[in-house]
């Protein structure tokens, strides 16, 4: 499958490497061609990566995944072109974070979402929230004492949270959907809740799991 991403950070990158493990197609994208960490990233990705404007991103993918910083979002999606997300499965790993405080805080949040907004920027997209509440480091395969941490995700298309959930446990998570992309509310909370506990005990080394009876 190939697999475009919209956003050269380390989540990005990460991602990149874990579809291209699982014999994926992966382009990675940013603003401008020839972006020296884009270069850097194929040159020590292999045959199965390659690098690209955001547009040709768009354009190349059958999944796309949304990674970037959220001051940047809108402008990149712009830039990726609405008609060349059309009816595609778009993971939005984003989170609405102000980094003017430290700890961050979230700029968007109650009443509306990251993820409701990517979904009304890309009206004719399949949007599923995913990867948001853990750090980059846990995001392939991740190893916990207590087991295999849970996924949460969101979105309206029931069909394109079946592909997400399938990459999803692919990668080594359990999913749980929680309903429409309005839950994004709740799973971006969820992430600031991941990055309070991080920058309190000094450790990025934790994830969230449901426990049922």
């Known amino acids: 499958m190939r697999i475009g991403i919209l956003g050269s950070g380390e989540v990005g990158r990460t991602l990149g490497r874990a579809f291209i493990a699982c014999g994926h197609e992966v382009k990675l994208g940013s603003r401008e061609a020839g972006n020296p960490k884009v270069k850097e990233w194929v040159g020590k990705t292999g045959a199965h990566a390659s690098g690209g404007t955001f547009e040709e991103v768009a354009k190349f993918g059958e999944i796309i995944v949304l990674a970037t910083l959220w001051a940047g979002t809108e402008n990149a999606l712009r830039l990726a072109g609405a008609a060349n997300l059309a009816g595609k499965v778009v993971i939005d790993a984003t989170n609405p974070l102000d980094f003017t405080t430290t700890p961050p805080r979230l700029a968007v949040g109650c009443t509306d979402s990251a993820g409701e907004q990517v979904q009304r920027w ?11 509440m853990i750090g980059s480091a846990h995001m392939f395969r991740p190893e916990f004492p207590g087991g295999p941490p849970d996924m949460f995700i969101c979105g309206n298309d029931q069909s394109a949270k079946q592909a997400v959930s399938r990459i999803l ?4 998570w359990e999913v749980i959907d929680l309903g429409r992309i309005e839950a994004s509310r709740h799973l971006e909370c969820l992430a600031m ?4 506990y991080g920058f309190r005990h000094k450790s990025w080394n934790h994830a969230f799991r449901l426990l049922r009876k």
């Open 193 to 196: 809740l991941w990055i309070t």
């Open 122 to 132: 890309l009206t004719t997209a399949r949007v599923v929230k995913a990867f948001n």
């Open 169 to 172: 446990n692919e990668f080594g």
